[in-house]
């Protein structure tokens, strides 16, 4: 999965991940692929990120596909909430 940036009303960022762990009370980790060409030996490289981020009614579960949205921090680590769940978990 390439990495989706979308900017939205207000300038806010947009990414487009995989939930990888929803363990946290009220808060999801989510997964965002980034494919980028490697400089030395030209190939594509996979990288990963995981971000925080909030969900207030627990509702995203690990494997699905959601947007997170960028928003003023939360806590220490959480600068991002869920905007909406594209697509669940088979």
Known sequence: MEEQIV?????KRSFVGIVTSDKM?????VSIDTKRMDTLYKKY????KKCKA????????????????????ISKDKCWRLAEIIERAK
């Open 45 to 48: 490289v996979t990288r990963t």
């Open 7 to 11: 900017q939205t009303k207000g300038g």
């Open 54 to 73: 909030h969900d207030e009614q627990n509702e995203a579960h690990i494997g699905d596909t959601v947007r997170i949205v960028e928003c003023s921090p």
């Open 25 to 29: 009370d009220k808060t999801i980790v």
